[in-house]
């Protein structure tokens, strides 16, 4: 009912280049305003609506909303940046999803350099030649995919490099225990080397701290998001991040 009612909405991320600090492009995440309970996160409705599969009709808002925003942003002049939507794995699953992309690419006449999607590393270590082939459409559609959190799942670096995949993102909890004395840092530094030499690119997530930020520079991490730049904010705010065309 959240959705028919128009309780969600979308928040955006900045990320940067690393190296520049200039924005480089942005995440959706899905916010409920609810009534009464004000804005419920995520974490508490996205795996409801996965286990009830409600997550396909949210996850297909959440593609167009994002689309509508970049074609919007385009339509009034301003230069806009990639977008990332974050894709659940039974929205994976569905055959018709490289149609649907393509048909909502179409609707709002968004080139597909503009969109990013955001594979689970569960979804994408599903051995199939199912997981191949959607992954290859996908990409030969000009989509940039990304795998989220990883390192915390099974990744199999045998799928992976099969995979036409172009960025892996740290997941947070590494990025954040760098401050401490882990082996966070090994890790992190594991990870990186890794991408570079399949020809991925890193984004660190979660990135909080000046310390963390001096540390993923200084290990070659090409791209960072995190509340040490800013939090995910509403559209409308980070339309101000975004320059006029031209600029
Ligand atoms: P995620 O995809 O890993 O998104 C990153 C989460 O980290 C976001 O939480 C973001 O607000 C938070 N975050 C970003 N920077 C920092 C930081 O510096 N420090 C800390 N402590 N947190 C940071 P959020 O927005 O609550 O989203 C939680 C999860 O809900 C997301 O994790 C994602 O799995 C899911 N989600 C959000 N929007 C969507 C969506 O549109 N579709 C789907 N399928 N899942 C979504
Ligand atoms: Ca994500
Ligand atoms: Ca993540």
């Given at each position: 009912?959240?959705?028919?009612?128009?309780?969600?909405?979308?928040?955006?991320?900045?990320?940067?280049d690393?190296?520049?600090?200039?924005?480089?492009?942005?995440?959706?995440?899905?916010?409920?305003?609810?009534?009464?309970?004000?804005?419920?996160?995520?974490?508490?409705f996205i795996?409801?609506?996965?286990?009830?599969?409600?997550?396909?009709e949210?996850?297909?808002?959440?593609?167009?909303?994002?689309?509508?925003?970049?074609?919007?942003?385009?339509?009034?002049?301003?230069?806009?940046?990639?977008?990332?939507?974050?894709?659940?794995?039974?929205?994976?699953?569905?055959?018709?999803?490289?149609?649907?992309v393509?048909?909502?690419?179409?609707?709002?006449?968004?080139?597909?350099?503009?969109?990013?999607?955001?594979?689970?590393?569960?979804?994408?270590?599903?051995?199939?030649?199912?997981?191949?082939?959607?992954?290859?459409?996908?990409?030969?559609?000009?989509i940039?995919?990304?795998?989220?959190?990883?390192?915390?799942?099974?990744?199999?670096?045998?799928?992976?490099?099969r995979?036409?995949?172009?960025?892996l993102?740290?997941?947070?909890?590494?990025?954040?225990?760098?401050?401490?004395?882990?082996?966070?840092?090994?890790?992190?530094?594991?990870?990186?080397?890794?991408?570079?030499?399949?020809?991925?690119?890193?984004?660190?997530?979660?990135?909080?701290?000046?310390?963390?930020?001096?540390?993923?520079?200084?290990?070659?991490?090409?791209?960072?998001?995190?509340?040490?730049?800013?939090?995910?904010?509403?559209?409308?705010?980070?339309?101000?991040?975004?320059?006029?065309?031209?600029?």
């Amino acid at each position: 009912r959240a959705l028919s009612k128009g309780e969600l909405l979308l928040h955006y991320q900045p990320q940067v280049d690393a190296v520049t600090m200039q924005l480089i492009g942005a995440e959706a995440l899905i916010r409920w305003q609810h009534p009464e309970w004000g804005m419920v996160s995520p974490g508490r409705f996205i795996p409801i609506a996965e286990n009830s599969g409600q997550i396909l009709e949210i996850g297909d808002w959440v593609l167009r909303t994002a689309l509508r925003q970049i074609a919007d942003w385009r339509a009034t002049g301003i230069t806009v940046v990639p977008v990332a939507v974050n894709l659940s794995a039974l929205q994976f699953r569905q055959t018709s999803l490289c149609d649907t992309v393509s048909q909502a690419l179409r609707d709002f006449d968004v080139p597909p350099q503009l969109l990013e999607l955001e594979l689970t590393e569960r979804i994408a270590m599903e051995d199939s030649s199912f997981t191949l082939d959607q992954i290859s459409k996908l990409h030969a559609m000009g989509i940039t995919l990304s795998i989220d959190d990883f390192g915390t799942g099974y990744s199999s670096l045998s799928y992976l490099r099969r995979y036409q995949i172009d960025k892996l993102k740290i997941d947070q909890s590494f990025v954040q225990d760098l401050d401490r004395e882990t082996d966070s840092g090994t890790i992190v530094r594991a990870i990186i080397n890794m991408a570079h030499g399949m020809g991925f690119k890193t984004i660190a997530e979660g990135v909080e701290t000046q310390a963390q930020l001096d540390y993923l520079r200084q290990h070659g991490c090409d791209e960072i998001q995190g509340y040490f730049f800013s939090r995910p904010i509403p559209a409308a705010d980070f339309e101000r991040l975004l320059l006029p065309a031209g600029a």
